[in-house]
Structures are given as structure tokens and as C-alpha cells.
């Protein structure tokens, strides 16, 4: 599953070029062309980095930027601001503002692309990790493979998704909704109930014979990976 990118631009030929170059690496791309829609998005739905246009109608990528970092659910969400050249007193005021990098249009794709990449890994290095762990939990994204103790564990695609997203974020709860967002994608209906349906059927293939279950049903919240799982072992 690649890592959500938010770009945030009105240049429709732009957004269209980091589009396609952006899902050609593989993200999971959405474009928004205002600042003010961009904000009602962001309360919906969390990506992993932001590219974010500094003049944008609505609302403007400065002012969006400050208002991410007031926001306890946003305060460390990558940002990198794209800047028109002649505005570099202003760049300086949306690193102040709290941008995580900035780049200057016109700026080349592949540097865009190798900032992306540098500000996901320090963001989350779990993501780009090949072999996540987890107590005795073994995930091996290269070869697909799950065991737990070493033993090979055969899971259905829907089941390694779900656990190899709880994997990206031990610990925490997220909802029925969360996950199905982030497991089966935002423009598919589902029944929130497909996801405890998933949820057993995951929990029964790691667990089977043994006593420890390493997913912690959250009353009224949701599931998480047990965080007193990974500390026991
Ligand atoms: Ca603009």
C-alpha cells in the first residue's frame, strides 16, 4: 500500500503532472484545487505528506499550513510547500509557519519526487520497511509472507492488508471507519461490519494455537495492535 499524498494546487497542468508522476511511484494520489476544500478534506481523511501550493483560491496554503499545525491530528504531517520564484521572504514565512521543506517552481519531478521520498522516511520508516515486526510477528513484504514464532502463517489478501497496516502503526486505535479507508481505499462502500467479519478472521489464523492475541478490541473505538503484546515478548 503506498503512502497517501494530498497535493494541494489550482495549476491544473501541474496537478496534473505530479498526478501521473506521483501515482507512477506508486502513492495513492489525491488532488484538490482550493485551500478552503483542501481543509474540509483534511478533517475527513489524513494523508501521509501534503504538497501544498502557497497561492491557492479559498484559502492560502499559508494560512491552510497554520491551521494543520493548531490541530493535535495534523501537527506532524509532512508538508512541502511549493513557492513561485520572487517570493522567497514569504518561503522563509511558511518554513516559519511550520512547512517541513519547500521547493520553487519551476522545479524538476525527480527532485520533487526525492523530497517526497526523503520527508515520508523520516515521517515513517515503518512504511518503507520491508520486514515489519511486531512481538513475534513477522512480515515480509517482499515475499508476502507472515509467520509468527517462524511458523508460516497463510493469510487471505484482505487479512494481510489489514494486519500490514495495523504493522505501519503499532499501537494505535483506529475505527471501523479508519480501517476501512486505509485497508480497502475511500471510494469503496462497505459495510462497517465487513470489518469485524476480517478482523476474526485475521485473529483466527495468528492466533491459532496459541493463547496470545496480539489485536486489541477497543470498546466504542475500534482495534489496535496490543501494545502489551510486543512488550511481553
Ligand atoms: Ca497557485
Redesign the pocket.
Known sequence: MGARILVV???EALTTLLRYNLDAEGYDVETVARGDEADTRLKERIPDLIVL????PGLSGIELCRRLRARPETKQLPIIMLTARGEESERVRGLATGADDYIVKPFSVPELLARVRGLLRRASPERLATVLTYGDIEMDRDKRRVARSGQPIDLGPTEYRLLEFFLEHPGRVFSREQLLDGVWGRDIYIDERTVDVHIGRLRKLLNYGREQDPIRTVRGAGYALDDRFAKAE
Open positions: 494546487e489550482d495549476e501550493d502557497w497561492m491557492l
